[in-house]
């Protein structure tokens, strides 16, 4: 009889700090294929590589222009990846997403219709290939369906009022 084994390898990665890569507090992380992107209170999103801890790059910037991205109540911004990708996905002041790339490019802007009543800030979202798949967690009317799919090249939303889960009898 033959076993698996299972490893798991740590590796721990002191971040470099200098005026330009602090992070401050409460700290959120994403771990990509060769960088860590952080946000923290009060500053932008920051990337630094996955090896070495090296400082990269800021992304983009909080502010209230077109490119701008908001901060949240405790002055954090919210911000999803696109792992596929590599476009990471970044709460505006609006009901709207910035999207930048690993080289810290502004890529495009999503604006969410008004006629769609989902807060992205007070959302759970995935996404992958262009295609934002969330649970709108305070939705608590019958107006609209707590889950939707945003597609990102057409700038559709679809809302699934009826979703029928696969299940396997016992």
Known sequence: RRQRQMCIRDRYVALETNDSSLVGEMPDMRVLEHAI??????QCLKLF????????????HVGTDPQ?????AWGKVNYWVDYDQNIIYVLGWG????????AGNY?????????VRYNLQQSYLYVTYGK???HNKLDISNR?????CIDENSNHTVSYTHLTLPTKRI
Request: hydrophobic share 35%; charged share 30%.
């Open 37 to 42: 992107l952080v946000s923290s209170v009060n």
């Open 49 to 60: 590589d996955r090896s070495t801890g090296k400082f990269i790059r800021d992304i983009g």
């Open 68 to 72: 701008g991205y908001a901060k949240d």
């Open 95 to 102: 009901n709207d997403l910035i999207l930048y790339d690993l």
């Open 107 to 115: 890529k495009d802007r999503i604006c969410i219709d008004d006629n």
């Open 132 to 134: 934002l798949w969330g």
């Open 144 to 148: 609209t369906s707590p889950l939707f």
